[in-house]
T-cell receptor
Framework: KNEVEQSPQNLTAQEGEFITINCSYSVGISALHWLQQHPGGGIVSLFMLSSGKKKHGRLIATINIQEKHSSLHITASHPRDSAVYICAVVRGTGNQFYFGTGTSLTVIP | NAGVTQTPKFQVLKTGQSMTLQCAQDMNHNSMYWYRQDPGMGLRLIYYSASEGTTDKGEVPNGYNVSRLNKREFSLRLESAAPSQTSVYFC????????????FGPGTRLLVL
């Protein structure tokens, strides 16, 4: 069983919709990352969280340490948001990332 | 700045052949990583280097070797390629270990026949 579970696996939305992607993990962590993988394959880091909430443009990431859960929200979704969104956690004091399998998002005009 | 660069972008090997994947970063980062990405699975760590001169095994090191040539460069070598090593390989770097943001290269698509 993967220590990092994401849901949904696939998501299709109409342009303008509010989108939520969820990440649950089963181990103690020191940080959680959200990454975006473009259709061409490139991977970029969106957020690093250890508590609370962060916002960047139309993207909002939250984490609940007690519930071992994080969400990534996209407001006013746009076709250019179509990508795979990946959750990764860093265990304890370690330096290794453990990745979820990703959520494939398609935003239709 | 180029960020993290990887060569080659695409490679086809026959079973038993060897090859080295090259990775370089120009951000003066201390830590570098090699991952593989397979369909239906998350990225998995092959090897990492927390700092120049050190390397450590990750989750799936079998069949691979690495060299941290200097602070900029971290190479991944397949001594005797197997079809199970068909994958997309990503190199990444971070300023330090301990969960810092990682910056990824564009990936190398490897097909082993």
């Amino acid at each position: 069983k993967n220590e990092v579970e994401q849901s949904p696996q696939n998501l299709t939305a109409q342009e303008g919709e509010f989108i939520t992607i969820n990440c649950s993990y089963s181990v103690g962590i020191s940080a959680l990352h959200w990454l975006q993988q473009h259709p061409g394959g490139g991977i970029v880091s969106l957020f690093m969280l250890s508590s609370g909430k962060k916002k960047h443009g139309r993207l909002i990431a939250t984490i609940n340490i007690q519930e071992k859960h994080s969400s990534l929200h996209i407001t006013a979704s746009h076709p250019r948001d179509s990508a795979v969104y990946i959750c990764a956690v860093v265990r304890g004091t370690g330096n290794q990332f453990y990745f979820g399998t990703g959520t494939s998002l398609t935003v239709i005009p | 700045n180029a960020g993290v660069t990887q060569t080659p972008k695409f490679q086809v090997l026959k079973t038993g052949q060897s090859m080295t994947l090259q990775c370089a970063q120009d951000m003066n980062h201390n830590s570098m990583y090699w991952y593989r990405q397979d369909p239906g699975m998350g990225l998995r760590l092959i090897y990492y280097s927390a700092s120049e001169g050190t390397t450590d095994k990750g989750e799936v090191p079998n069949g691979y070797n690495v060299s941290r040539l200097n602070k900029r460069e971290f190479s991944l070598r397949l001594e005797s390629a197997a079809p199970s090593q068909t994958s997309v390989y990503f190199c990444a770097s971070s300023e330090a270990q301990g969960g810092e943001t990682q910056y990824f290269g564009p990936g190398t698509r490897l097909l082993v026949l």
